[in-house]
C-alpha cells in the first residue's frame, strides 16, 4: 500500500489521494454492495474502454463504434461525469481527477439498465490505479459469474472488456488541437454575432506550448499504464493518422478479427473450471515455503531419504551436465513408492531453482514358465525417469 503524501501540482492543487489500486477498488464496491446489493451489481456484458492521444478523434468515433456494435444507449464520457468545481480546476490545470472520485462515479453510471447489453467509455482507465481498478472489476464480475451459475434468479453474463486506444504522434497531436481550439472560437464570434450554441474552448488547445504538454501527459501516465493490459484484455491499437474514413476501416478491420477470437458463453463455461496459468502460480512461492515446513516437521524422516537420495544419485550427475543445464536420470529406488517422496522431490528441487518431472516407467520381466501351460510368469520393474531442467553455463569463447 502507498502512503498519501502531499504533492503539488498547478494553481496551488495539491494530491492527498491514496494511490493504490486494491484500496480504491475495495471501498468503492463495499459501497455499492451495501447500497444496491451484491445480487443486484448487473455491469454491462460487453465494455469498450476508449482512449487515445489529444486530437486523436475519440469524439468523433465514438459514434460510429455505437452504430457498428450496435448499443442503443450514449457513450459515457468521464469528463463529462466529473463537473465539480475541484475536477473542473484540476482539469484546467493539466491534472487527472482524483481516482477514487473517477471510480465511484463511473461505476455507478455503468449500473444504469441503459448499459446492460454493452457500453462505450470515454476517458477510462487514465492512470495506473484506474488500471488496476479495472483489472479488480473485471476479476469481481467473474467470480460473480461464478457464484451464482447455479441460481434460477440471478444470471452474470462473462464480461468482455476491450481496450480501444487511437493513436496518433506527438505532432500530428498539437496540430489538430489547436486547429479544434481554432474552430472553437470562430464558431464562438459567429455564435456572439449571429446566435447560436458555444463550443468549448479548451485551454489547452490554445497554444502549443499547452497542447504538446497535454499530448506529453497522455503518454506518460495513460498510454504506459494501458499497455500493461494488452496480455489480459481484447486489446485493438488503431493508427489514427490519416482520414476519417481510412481510421474507420481500420476501427472496422480490429474489431472484426477480434470477434472471431472470442469464445461463446458455453463454452467458456465448460472451460472456466480449469484454473488459469496465472492463477495456479500466483502464491506458487508462498505454498511451496510452506510445503518444505511441514514435510520438515511432519515427515521428517521421509524427508530425510529423499534429501539423501538428491545428494547420492542426483547431484553428481547434475554437475556433469552444468553446462547444458538439463540432466536426464533412470534410477530404481523403493523411496519413489511414497507419493509424498515424489512431492518432496520436486518441491526441494524448485526451492533450489531447479525444474523436475518425474515419470514412473513398468517394465514387464518375464521370470519363469509354467510347466504344461506354457505361461509366463513376469515381475514387474519400476524404472523412474527423472528430467532436471536448469541455467547451465555458458562458454566464453575468444575471438569471433
Not at 468545481?85 to 455507478?108: C, Q, T
Not at 446492460?116 to 483489472?135: N, W, Y
Not at 474507420?248 to 484454473?275: F, V
Not at 529423499?306 to 533412470?330: M, R, T
Request: with cysteine.
Amino acid at each position: 500500500m502507498s502512503d498519501a503524501q502531499p504533492r503539488p501540482a498547478g494553481n496551488g492543487i495539491s494530491d492527498l489521494e491514496v494511490k493504490d489500486g486494491q484500496i480504491i477498488f475495495d471501498s468503492v464496491w463495499s459501497s455499492l454492495e451495501r447500497e444496491i446489493g451484491r445480487e443486484k451489481l448487473a455491469f454491462p456484458r460487453e465494455i469498450f474502454w476508449l482512449n487515445g492521444a489529444p486530437g486523436a478523434g475519440k469524439g468523433t468515433n465514438t459514434a460510429f463504434i455505437l452504430q457498428y456494435r450496435d448499443y442503443a444507449a450514449d457513450p459515457i464520457v468521464v469528463s463529462d461525469l466529473l463537473s465539480s468545481p475541484e475536477a473542473k480546476r484540476r482539469i484546467d490545470a493539466g491534472m487527472l481527477v482524483g481516482d477514487r472520485e473517477v471510480v465511484e462515479i463511473l461505476f455507478r453510471k455503468l449500473l444504469a439498465d441503459e448499459y446492460v447489453s454493452g457500453a462505450i467509455v470515454d476517458g477510462f482507465p487514465r492512470s495506473m490505479v484506474q488500471v488496476e481498478c479495472l483489472k479488480h472489476l473485471f476479476t469481481k464480475l467473474n467470480d460473480l459469474r461464478t457464484e451464482f451459475r447455479g441460481s434460477t434468479g440471478v444470471r452474470f453474463p462473462k464480461p468482455h472488456f476491450h481496450i480501444l486506444v487511437l493513436f496518433v504522434d506527438e505532432n500530428e497531436s498539437v496540430r489538430r488541437q489547436l486547429k479544434r481550439g481554432q474552430e472553437a472560437i470562430a464558431q464562438n464570434e459567429k455564435a456572439a454575432r449571429e446566435g447560436g450554441p458555444l463550443a468549448e474552448v479548451r485551454k489547452t488547445d490554445l497554444t502549443a506550448d499547452a497542447a504538446r504538454n497535454r499530448y506529453r501527459v497522455f503518454k506518460e501516465r495513460t498510454y504506459e499504464p494501458l499497455q500493461s493490459l494488452r496480455d489480459i484484455f481484447h486489446y485493438h491499437f488503431i493508427n489514427a493518422q490519416g482520414s476519417l474514413a481510412e481510421v474507420q476501416a481500420r476501427i472496422i478491420k480490429e474489431l472484426q478479427y477480434q470477434s472471431s477470437l472470442e469464445l461463446s458463453e458455453d463454452t467458456y463455461d465448460l472451460i472456466s473450471p480449469i484454473p488459469l496459468a496465472s492463477q495456479i502460480v500466483q502464491h506458487a512461492r508462498q505454498d511451496l515455503v510452506r510445503r518444505l515446513d511441514d514435510y520438515a516437521e511432519r515427515n521428517a524422516e521421509t524427508f530425510r531419504q529423499v534429501i539423501e537420495l538428491i545428494q547420492d544419485k542426483f547431484l553428481p550427475i547434475i554437475k556433469a551436465h552444468a553446462i547444458s543445464g538439463q540432466a536426464h536420470v533412470n534410477i530404481e529406488t523403493l523411496v519413489f513408492d511414497d507419493p509424498l517422496a515424489i512431492s518432496m522431490f520436486i518441491d526441494i528441487f524448485s526451492e533450489r531453482g531447479f525444474h523436475a518431472v518425474v515419470d514412473q516407467h513398468r517394465i514387464e520381466i518375464p521370470e519363469t514358465i509354467v510347466a504344461g501351460t506354457g505361461k509366463v510368469i513376469t515381475r514387474v520393474k519400476k524404472v523412474w525417469r527423472v528430467s532436471i531442467r536448469f541455467e547451465g553455463s555458458e562458454i566464453r569463447r575468444g575471438g569471433a
